[in-house]
């Protein structure tokens, strides 16, 4: 599985007059926690850029009020490039998880700098490409892992060694001399990302409390065992 991705970010990949030209397109935009900066179904075509913060893509599931989040988007991130090239109502939902900035760009822009600019519309090709890999990925998992697995590999995915994510050193230091890390994310918020009930997760992070793995409070879990966290993902059961 793989919430965060592994490509570069689009503004990342741009040259320094690419990056400068198409920013130029838009204007800065600035969402409270919670805002939709796109919502699934809707009918518009304008592609946003992350300028700082975090926001969820999801997507309805069979069970009607429950979501599944595909992935989570971090500066430099384009968001909305599907509906702005085939003009298909949103097949997601962009959720700010904190106070968020984006580049909002219409679609008729981004679509005629992308014909000047076909290195660039490479790169929007091979996100597009990437993203729709992951998100069958994830898919699959639902129906291959249980719970435990999926819930040990996303909070090992989303607590590994990054320079910037949706996470925090904790004051704790583990045996290795490392700082323990902090997942921000509420309980509906992992369960929602691996495609369980709340109450599924629940009880789950209780498991994993009681073997001293994580300690949890609100809106936070703080890996205590990365290591053993890993293993549980594989399958080990302690």
Known sequence: MGLLGNETAFAQALTAQERESVMALGNRRRYPADAHLLTEGERSSHVVIMIRGWVTVSVATDRGATRLILGLRGPGE??????????????????????TEAQVISGDAFR?????????????????????????????????LTVLQRLAGRLTELSGPRTAGPYTPSGTTLSNGS???VVQLAQDELAATIGATREAVAKALRLLRTQNVVRTGNRM???????LLALLAEGHQE
Do not use: Y
């Open 78 to 99: 384009l968001l909305g490039e599907m509906a702005a090239l085939d003009l298909h109502p949103r097949s997601a939902t962009v959720r700010a998880l904190g106070v």
């Open 112 to 144: 005629r700098f992308l014909a000047l600019h076909p290195r660039v519309s490479g790169l929007v090709m091979r996100q597009l490409t990437f993203r729709l890999r992951s998100a069958d990925q994830e898919r699959s998992a639902l129906a291959s």
């Open 221 to 227: 879990v703080e890996i205590l065992d990365p290591a």
């Open 179 to 181: 700082p323990a890390v």
